[in-house]
Structure formats: C-alpha cells, structure tokens
C-alpha cells in the first residue's frame, strides 16, 4: 500500500496554514488520505499529463471552453487547449447516460418508461468515468499501448452542465463579492463546482473501425499491413476480454490507416513518351533497383481502443441481453493468437503477483469515487480474474478470438479468509474458488 508522505506544513479549508494557528500542535503529522484533502488535476508520475492539464484549464480560464460532442447518449466534451486545438475527451461522472445532470433526455426517458429494457444490471450506476481509467490502466500494465491515456480530473466550465440554480448561486456570489469584498471573501466557492470525470488525450487521424473494415472488404487490405492490423486486432481482444466490455462495436473503436503514398514518379516513368518505343525489359529491370521504391510511402495502421465506460462488471450479463463484442464476427476473429501476443501477456497473467498487484492498482483507482463499496469491487475483480484464466489458457490452446468468446463465463471467487488483504499467492487454487455461471442471458446476439 502507498504510505503518504510526511509533510509539515498543510493548508487547511479557509487557506490558513500551520502557523497561524492557536495550537500547531493540533494539526495531524500525516496528511489525511480523502479525496478532500489531496490536489487534484496533480500527477507527479506524469508530468507530460499534467502538461495537458494545465492547458486544458489555462484554455477554460481564457474563454475557448469544452464543446460538447452531440453523438453519444452522454454528456462529453472536446477540451482544448488556448490555441483552439482538441487535446481530449472528458466525461464527467454526473453526465453519464443515468447520471443526475446527463443534458441529453433519451436515456432519461429509457429509464423512466422502460427501465428493465435498458441500462445493464451487472455495471455498477455511474461509475463509467472509472471503467475508462481502469481500461487505460490494464492497457499500460499489459503494455498494449492501444488506449488513449485516461486518468480521473476535476474540471469546471460554464459549457459543462449544470442546474439553473447552480448557476443562479453562482452569479449571486459573484455579485456579492464585487460588491461586497468582506462578506465575499467568506464564501467557500464563487464560481461552479468543479466535476470530477475521465479525461482521454484526444488521437488524431483515425475513424470509426466500421468505416474501414467496410472498405478493405471491398477493396482489400495490402499485405504489407495486414499483419500489423492483427497484432493490433489482437491487442484490442486482450483489453476487452480482460475487462470484460459490454459495449463494443465496430463503430467505438478507431482505425487510423495511411495508403502508401508515392512522392515523385520512378524513373522508369520519366520520359514515357520517348520510352514508347524503347525495351519494355529494361523498363522493368530499372523499376526493380531499391532506389527507385524509396519513392514510395509504406503503408501503416493502428488501432484506438476508445470508449471503455462500459466495462467491470461484477457479474456476468444473466438478464436480458449477453452484450457480446462485435469484433467477434469480423474475419480476423478466426485466426489463432499470434506467437507475439503469446509472449506478450502470457509471463504477466500467469504470475500472481502481477494479478494481485493489478488488482491493488485498481483498487486505488475506484477508491476515489466516495460511492466506492468493497463488496462490490471484489466482485468485479472476481469475474475479472475469471476471464484472465480463460484468456490464459486459450493463449495457451492456440485457440482464436472467436474461440476465446465461446468459452463459459467463469467466476473466481476469493476465499473469505483472504478477502481485502494483499497477500501474494502463489497459485489460483491457494486462495481461490472456480465457479462457472450457468444462467444466460436471454438474448445471446444483442
């Protein structure tokens, strides 16, 4: 566990510090651990995010504020920095589809005229800002490197959403304070409350996977790529099976291809006309040498795994409908797990430690939402340490995503004498119990 640092000198609520207190000998050795009392919008591990922050927040004060993105059934927002370029996505916890100030109404009405067709009721109610973190999390500690960057932030902007009687209480403070320094000067907070949400650096260049797997069906992926685009294929399998994501589809996550772009002509096309009439032989020998081909862009690709809000659930989806990942269906489903994936996360999620060090990791991530409920997280864990020993020994079978997915839906359960502790085990049978959930869904295709 993290043991704070020690520290002697703190500011209290009102900004007053140690030394102008009566009694300095009241004040705590250590700092508390609350989210009250820590800074957020503060990574000292990651100075080039906190960067983004900074410029995020230093836009906001200049006036180019977050633009709302109209797709989606939540409230998110393009940020950008002073110059007007996007530089992420943030998604605040209470504009989530069923969170209290979500500004658009259809999943209001979804929840209030059909509530047991809609939502999912094996998620935890308003807790995707974590899922996207913890998804960005699993990505760097597998080393997948397909997740945008996620961390949690507070930010505040009058684009955000907020209750007219919020803002109401904020233009009478403001008032008070222009007029009324003294009195002002008292209040806890003049402007809005800041929200606390995920924020995903923004990538550039790609577009919805749905859009280029419709067009290398039609026109074919070179082969100098296709390789490349199954390892990334594979990455993203990896991700959403280990966090076991309800929500994906071929339109939430990215593709960014570059053709092969030709920069000036070979010179065996150089004076066409008055090669007419000349050896076709010598044309092609001279299209052969190297240099010619230099001229020559290759091709590349890359995948974003996007959208992660869906993910964690603490039990497997028994009600109505399975959520099953649309990336099944597509065709590179259907080739075994390359030798490199292998050698890639097989040595992590066969070790122990790394499991329970990443479930440590997560735990601290989910801690900092005041709703956290242990109970319930041990149960998110359960079922995903469930699909990481499917995922190994599928590796290990030489089996492909599309036979990864059909296999049953496992549960590990942590053996009640162990539940919230740290101990490292040295094996799954040492302190924990195999269960395979037998209830299914009603629809398995939706």
């Known amino acids: ?186 209040f806890n907070r003049l402007g809005l409350r800041p929200k606390v949400g995920s924020f995903q650096l923004y990538v550039e260049g790609y577009r919805d996977a749905d859009y280029w797997l419709r067009r290398f069906e039609v026109e074919g992926m070179p082969p100098s790529i296709q390789e490349k685009f ?23 996550w990215l593709i960014k291809y570059t053709p092969p772009v030709v920069r000036s002509q070979p010179r065996g096309n150089s004076g066409a006309a008055a090669a007419a009439g000349g050896d076709a032989s010598n044309k092609e020998e001279e299209m052969r040498e190297p240099t010619d081909w230099e001229c020559v862009d290759k091709p590349d690709i890359s995948i974003a795994a996007i959208d992660n809000g869906l993910a964690f659930p603490f039990k497997h989806p028994d009600s109505w409908r399975a959520y099953p990942y649309h990336w099944a269906w597509i065709p590179q489903a259907k080739i075994p797990f390359s030798q490199e994936i292998k050698d890639l996360v097989l040595p992590l999620i066969d070790d122990m430690n790394f499991i329970e060090d990443l479930i440590d990791d997560l735990r601290t991530l989910f801690k900092q939402d005041k709703g956290f409920d242990g109970h319930l997280f041990e149960r998110q864990m359960s079922v995903m340490h469930g699909q990481i020993l499917n995922l190994s020994q599928a590796l290990k079978d030489g089996n492909s995503p599309m036979q990864l997915v059909q296999k049953p839906s496992i549960i590990m359960k942590r053996s009640s004498a162990r539940v919230g502790t740290t101990s490292r085990f040295k094996s799954f049978s040492d302190a924990f119990t195999e269960n395979i959930q037998s209830k299914s869904p009603f629809f398995s295709w939706c």
Not at 84 to 100: M, N, S
Request: glycine share 6%; aromatic share 10%.
């Open 1 to 186: 566990p993290l043991v704070p640092e020690v520290v002697f000198v703190s500011s209290t609520s009102n900004g007053c510090t140690i030394e102008c207190r009566a009694n300095g000998e009241r004040e705590p050795l250590l700092p508390r651990m609350d989210p009250v009392s820590q800074p957020y919008n503060h990574f000292p591990d990651d100075p080039a995010f906190s960067e983004v922050i900074r410029q995020a927040e230093l836009a906001i004060d200049n006036g180019v504020l977050p633009q709302r993105i109209y797709q989606g059934s939540s409230g998110s927002y393009f940020v950008k920095n002073p110059a007007g370029k996007i530089i992420g996505v943030f998604k605040p916890k209470d504009e989530e589809p069923y969170g209290r100030f979500n500004p658009k109404w259809t999943k209001w009405m979804h929840k209030l005229c059909c509530p047991c067709c809609f939502g999912r009721a094996c998620l935890i109610p308003n807790q995707g800002y974590l899922s996207e973190a913890g998804a960005s999390l699993v990505d760097q500690k597998l080393n997948l490197r397909i997740v945008p960057k996620t961390k949690i932030v507070k930010l505040v902007s009058e684009s955000f959403y907020y209750p007219r009687i919020a803002r109401g209480t904020s233009q009478f403070k403001h008032a008070v304070n222009n007029h009324f320094p003294t009195v002002g000067k008292h």
């Open 230 to 252: 199954q390892r990334q294929f594979e990455r993203l399998v990896i991700l959403d099976y280990i966090t076991r994501n309800t929500d994906r589809s071929n339109d939430n």
